[in-house]
Nanobody, 115 residues
Framework: QVQLVESGGGLVQAGGSLRLSCAAS????????MGWYRQPPGKQRELVAR???????NYADSVKGRFTISRDNVKNTVYLQMNSLKPEDTAVYYC?????????WGQGTQVTVSS
């Protein structure tokens, strides 16, 4: 059984910052990809950023230069540092990992950016 526990969401004013964390626990041998997705109100879930075990990173164009993904392979934790937040960043943010051939999702954490 694999569990993902997210933290760090909340309410922030435009221009502010938040840091999301997601810790994976349970029967994990190897994590390949760790990443973050988000689902804005009334829209589909979309990729925000993801990072492979060898350090390759992909960002959505909308967050490049503002968000930074990082991971701690010892702690099986992935982080998302979000700076210069905009109201359009408001969404439920989901942690996602590809581990041992399976894909797992976190429960989601709400990020709300006020104008």
């Amino acid at each position: 059984q694999v569990q993902l526990v997210e933290s760090g969401g909340g309410l922030v004013q435009a221009g502010g910052s938040l840091r999301l964390s997601c810790a994976a626990s349970g029967s994990i041998f190897s994590i390949n990809i760790m990443g973050w997705y988000r689902q804005p109100p009334g829209k589909q879930r979309e990729l925000v950023a993801r990072m492979t075990s060898d350090g390759r990173i992909n960002y959505a164009d909308s967050v490049k230069g503002r968000f930074t993904i990082s991971r701690d392979n010892v702690k099986n934790t992935v982080y998302l540092q979000m700076n210069s937040l905009k109201p359009e960043d408001t969404a439920v943010y989901y942690c996602n990992i590809d581990a041992d051939g399976f894909r797992y999702w976190g429960q989601g954490t709400q990020v709300t950016v006020s104008s």
